[in-house]
């Protein structure tokens, strides 16, 4: 079992970037696809984006695509979530995910483990 810890997240003006990390202790990281969530006040937790395990198939939110990007080190044990371009409507507590999987199998927005999430606000 994995446990994960998110950092990174901060208040920056619409436009900016930042890059959350997500970092696993306790599990073999590497055979885990991971994943980005968001819940905004009032919202439910919305996917973001996710990653396979390989690093070779990669899955986005319509609402990120072009803007947000995932990816991971697994020797670092580590995803990370860079954004740009940044919208108030971006404002949310950010959560990762992590799942064991197979090496062959599909990528899916579903997951088992979670971070504790990390506070990102964009102000205009």
């Known amino acids: 079992q994995v446990q994960l810890v998110e950092s990174g997240g901060g208040s920056v003006q619409a436009g900016a970037s930042l890059r959350l990390s997500c970092t696993a202790s306790?599990?073999?990281?590497?055979?885990?696809?991971v994943g980005w969530f968001r819940q905004a006040p009032g919202k439910e937790r919305e996917f973001v984006a996710a990653?396979?395990?390989?690093?070779?198939?990669?899955d986005y939110a319509d609402s990120v695509k072009g803007r947000f990007f995932i990816s991971r080190n697994n020797d670092r044990k580590t995803t990370y979530l860079q954004m740009s371009g940044l919208k108030p409507e971006d404002t949310a507590v950010y959560f990762c995910?992590?799942?064991?999987?197979?090496?062959?199998?599909?990528?899916?927005?579903?997951?088992?483990?979670w971070g504790q999430g990390t506070q990102v606000t964009v102000f205009s």
């Open positions: 995910a992590a799942r064991p999987t197979i090496l062959t199998a599909p990528l899916t927005r579903d997951f088992n483990y």
């Open positions: 306790g599990g073999q990281f590497s055979r885990h696809a």
């Open positions: 990653l396979s395990r390989s690093g070779g198939t990669s």
